[in-house]
């Protein structure tokens, strides 16, 4: 396979995974859309420096830090409306459902938005991206028991926050 | 290390499985990955030549990584370009003739494999600027030749087109764009899924159902997991 059919199929099959993290570590639609490319772009040039079986581990870590510095520059500038955020084109389910899977969407967002952000990042790429506990290790540069406790850290964190909005019943659930 | 379960696979209440699963069914727009394909495109046609000359033509050959390098600058400035100018024909390429000897490359057929032979004796003392039409032949492989890289610049710039005419709801001037795609690409195109998107939104902007119809399916018979194939499949429901 050539470089360039390698990272084709690199963008196609993953691009919507990258954007989705990059959604899940605070940014905009406008914005995750502008990182997101920016991600493949930096990927498409060290695709040789891509092993084999590591592609999402690969891109969720350039992710990570692309988000990172989004962040950076997002506090030096004033806040801006995300224009496009209700732009989607109506392909999925009809408007109401739309709008229940919005507000779901927002409401786990405020609840990542209150962690740190190397817990949060832990926590998407495990909990809801489902990488492996070896890809977690490795996108955040850290050995495997360093990861499974900062997992552990993340949930409980998540927990902690979800009950403080009120979607986490002290009653239910895994971590009390 | 302590082994740890993904969370969802034990007891999490229902309302926050629900949260991650809306998150994890949450999707870009269409229109943004085939954007984000021809920025890489863009951003990646002069490195990718550098970077394959380099990997495969041993040290001493010098000349022809320069040629390779050369190459690259040039197929990146050209599909720079091309991002707003269709090509409608070859341009000459720039070579460099270097005092021990001139060589031509042949385009590999994959990566790996050039092939240098003397095509002429040691003449100019001091390197000297020609100007010659490319002597190699179209390669399947992205960064193998200039060849390779002068279509694939075009098929962009044919594609941007017709992206942007869909942008500013000019169905004719998209579809014209895009039979001008088909006229040179046919089946061949690298960006075929995209064409085949573009020939969607183009059809339905100039109330063309029956080619809609036609891109949708095609869409979904070709790859049904594809980025597109949640509009295709709703262009069809809303038109059975």
């Known amino acids: ?49 891509v092993k084999p079986g590591s592609e999402r581990a690969f891109l969720f870590r350039t992710a990570w830090f692309v988000a990172q510095k989004e962040h950076r520059a997002r506090r030096r500038r004033p806040e801006q409306l995300d224009l496009e955020s209700d732009a989607h084109e109506s392909t999925g389910p009809n408007p109401e459902e739309q709008v229940a899977e919005r507000e779901k969407r927002e409401t786990l967002d405020a609840i990542l938005a209150r962690m740190p952000l190397d817990l949060r990042a832990a926590f998407v790429c495990f909990e809801i991206e489902g990488l492996s506990k070896h890809e977690v290790a490795e996108v955040l540069d850290i050995p495997m028991g360093t990861a499974a406790s900062r997992l552990r850290r993340a949930r409980e964190e998540f927990a902690r926050q979800a009950r403080r909005l009120g979607w986490f019943p002290r009653s239910r659930g895994a971590i009390a | 290390m302590s082994d740890i379960e993904r969370w969802t696979d034990e007891d999490v209440p229902d309302e926050i499985r629900e949260l991650f699963s809306a998150a994890r069914r949450e999707r870009p727009r269409p229109r943004v990955l085939e954007k984000t394909l021809l920025a890489v495109g863009v951003a990646t046609a002069g490195t990718l030549a550098t970077s394959a000359a380099a990997a495969t033509v041993p040290a001493s050959n010098l000349v022809v990584v320069l040629k390779w390098g050369l190459g690259g600058v040039l197929s990146g400035l050209l599909v720079a370009g091309g991002a707003s100018v269709v090509l409608d024909r070859p341009k000459p390429r720039v070579d460099v003739a270097v005092a021990t000897a001139s060589v031509e490359v042949e385009a590999p057929q994959a990566r790996g494999t050039i092939s240098v032979r003397q095509v002429a004796p040691a003449k100019p003392a001091v390197p000297a600027v020609v100007t010659t039409t490319p002597s190699v032949r179209p390669s399947a492989a992205f960064g193998a030749s200039p060849e390779a890289d002068r279509l694939m610049a075009e098929e962009l710039a044919i594609l941007d087109a017709a992206r942007a005419a869909v942008d500013s709801k000019d169905g004719a001037r998209a579809q014209r764009e895009l039979a001008k795609h088909q006229r040179k690409f046919g089946t061949t195109g690298r960006f075929l899924p995209e064409a085949r998107y573009l020939e969607l939104e183009a059809s339905l902007l100039s109330k063309d159902q029956k080619q809609a119809q036609r891109a949708a399916q095609q869409i979904l018979s070709q790859d049904p997991g594809s980025p597109h194939a949640r509009r295709a499949r709703s262009v069809l429901e809303q038109n059975p």
């Open chain 1, 1 to 49: 396979m050539s470089d360039h059919e390698r990272i084709t199929l690199l963008v196609r099959e993953h691009f919507a995974f990258v954007w989705r993290v990059l959604r899940r570590l605070g940014l905009g639609e406008a914005d995750a859309d502008d990182a997101a490319q920016r991600v493949m772009i930096i990927v498409a040039k060290r695709v040789n420096d």
